[in-house]
């Protein structure tokens, strides 16, 4: 069973504008991680929060992370075409870091 | 550095049929999975290894067997392929104690 759920499982913007996905877990974890898959390719790292942050930031991305409510978020600011993309979270479940557990996904379209 | 590369990237088998997927990575990582992932779902942990030598099953293990004889290649094999093996396979590798893994390109397998 997967461990993370994204929230919406589609979602179409017109670029330049934020999307914000959304990611709930069910158990413990030691962090979280998003990653990113372009059509037809492989997963990409984006980022990672560990459990004692709350917010983190990488260029035009910005991670939360709420462990009380076992929920994290994904900002994508001022989209581009190229943003166009599927977005998986991906946790540990307070596990070994031998093994991440994967959501379902949210489909990114960036309308040009 | 190729990073991490699969092989084959398509192959079409008949019901009843073997093959093996080759995963190789050249990042010296000691930990290497198998996921496959079907429309729409997030990816499912098949098998994994943390160091040479050694395997574990992961989430769907069933019908799948793993050998890892050399730290650098991790192959997935399909004694008998079943329609329900149809579905896009990816490999992936990390570094011991992380949790961020980086990924192939998949090899898209259809079972007729």
């Known amino acids: 069973s997967q461990q993370g759920e994204e929230d919406p499982q589609a979602l179409s913007i017109q670029e330049g504008e934020n999307a914000t996905m959304n990611c709930s877990y069910k158990?413990?974890?030691?962090?979280l991680q998003w990653y990113r898959q372009n059509s037809g390719r492989g997963l990409v790292h984006l980022i990672l929060i560990r459990s004692n942050e709350r917010e983190k930031h990488s260029g035009r991305l910005r991670v939360t992370l709420d462990t009380s409510k076992k929920s994290s978020s994904l900002l994508i600011t001022a989209s581009r075409a190229a943003d166009t993309a599927s977005y998986f979270c991906a946790t540990d479940g307070g596990s070994s870091a031998s093994k991440i557990i994967f959501g379902s996904g949210t489909r990114l379209s960036i309308r040009p | 550095n190729a990073g991490v590369t699969q092989t084959p990237k398509f192959r079409v088998l008949k019901t009843g049929q073997s093959m093996t997927l080759l995963c190789a990575q050249d990042m010296n990582h000691e930990y290497m999975y198998w996921y496959r992932q079907d429309p729409g779902m997030g990816l499912r942990l098949i098998h994994y290894?943390?160091?040479?030598?050694?395997?574990a099953k992961g989430e769907v293990p069933d019908g799948y067997n793993v050998s890892r004889l050399k730290k650098q290649n991790f192959l997935l094999g399909l004694e008998s392929a079943a329609p329900s093996q149809t579905s896009v396979y990816f490999c992936?590798?990390?570094?011991?104690?992380?949790?961020?893994?980086?990924f192939g390109p998949g090899t898209r397998l259809t079972v007729t």
């Open positions: 290894s943390v160091g040479e030598g050694t395997t």
């Open positions: 158990t413990s974890i030691n962090n």
């Open positions: 992936a590798s990390s570094q011991a104690g992380t949790s961020v893994q980086y």
